[in-house]
């Protein structure tokens, strides 16, 4: 076989392929072509015996004779390897960026520019690779895209999955997440640092289960969030008893208070509502409002978020 067999498109693959991509779809995006074009392209090269398909994991790679077509590509055809039709946006990748105003799901503009997903997919692919857009996920280019200086985040598909199952208004944990979704835990728990640095979730706490994380307003208003995907269980409550949300909620509506204000309304003992008050406070759910010690108690931040699950659990399981 002579070497000009090889085309432009084919020698633009082969570098990719040499420079490490070994995905199709990195290939293309390094070589500047559609996914149609790069798959015939790929057959091409593989009949030419210059690439070999890994049967495990699917990816490309040069054979022997792919790499010594390679040490001398730049002199027998650097010239040709990325067509300038490849290079032009067109008029379907410029109504796509278009509405790019915002992150936007592939099937999503599928709808709004009345094509196929599959043709949404090649319009992205030729963006990337002129650097017009970033996508969240590069297995799946199409799950949510952005233009270029767009500054949002944008998630992969299991980061996606791992911030909708943070359940709204609860705290959960990586391993509730782990079990709920079925994804390792080592994958989670880096999915969720990377969440929490971005502002979508924070950490709330920390306890035997290990770190707590809570939705933020930034995460539940996020593109990718979706509020009906599967939910991890939520984290256990610090306190639980009825007596306990009892007293919460009375300073919730009523503080701050004293003991005896709680003693009396909820007709508890007054040994009892003393020592109550005093694991409350130990647990970091009340405090008094001043250092004197006749000062009235109140809620803290986090007496005031538990006094609050407590009730909306109380009326989920109702």
């Known amino acids: 076989m002579k070497k000009r067999a090889v085309t432009a498109h084919m020698i633009a693959c082969l570098r990719a392929i040499s420079a490490g991509k070994a995905r199709k779809i990195d290939i293309a995006v390094a070589a500047g072509l559609s996914l149609r074009l790069t798959q015939a392209n790929l057959d091409a090269l593989r009949d030419r015996g210059l690439i070999a398909r890994d049967p495990l994991n699917r990816t490309w790679v040069l054979t022997d004779k792919g790499q010594a077509w390679v040490a001398d590509i730049d002199r027998a055809a650097a010239k040709d390897a990325h067509p300038s039709r490849e290079k032009r946006v067109g008029p379907g990748g410029q109504k796509l960026l278009d509405l790019l105003d915002h992150p936007m799901r592939g099937r999503e503009l599928a709808q709004h520019l009345q094509v196929s997903p599959q043709r949404v997919t090649q319009q992205v692919v030729r963006l990337l690779a002129l650097g017009r857009v970033r996508v969240g996920d590069p297995d799946r280019v199409s799950l949510i895209v952005a233009r270029r200086e767009d500054p949002s985040v944008l998630l992969s598909s299991a980061g996606e999955r791992i911030l909708s199952s943070v359940p709204h208004m609860e705290e959960t944990t990586a391993a509730f997440v782990a079990t709920a979704l079925g994804i390792p835990m080592s994958e989670v728990a880096e ?39 599967k939910k991890a269980r939520p984290a256990p409550l610090a306190v639980r008893s009825d007596r306990v949300r ?22 508890i003992a007054h040994n009892s509502a003393n020592a109550l008050m005093q694991y409350l406070k130990r647990k970091g759910l009340i405090q008094k409002t001043t250092g004197s010690h006749t000062a009235p108690l109140e809620l803290t931040p986090a007496g005031r978020e538990t006094q609050q699950a407590m009730v909306r659990r109380g009326n989920q399981n109702g």
């Open 191 to 229: 999915e969720l640092r990377f969440l929490s640095n971005n502002g979508l979730v924070q950490e709330t706490r920390q306890s035997g289960r290990g770190a707590h994380y809570a939705l933020t307003e930034a995460g539940a208003a996020h593109p990718q969030y979706r509020s009906d995907a």
């Open 246 to 267: 009892k007293v919460l909620s009375h300073l919730a509506e009523h503080g701050p208070v004293r003991i005896r204000d709680v003693r009396d309304a909820l007709a």
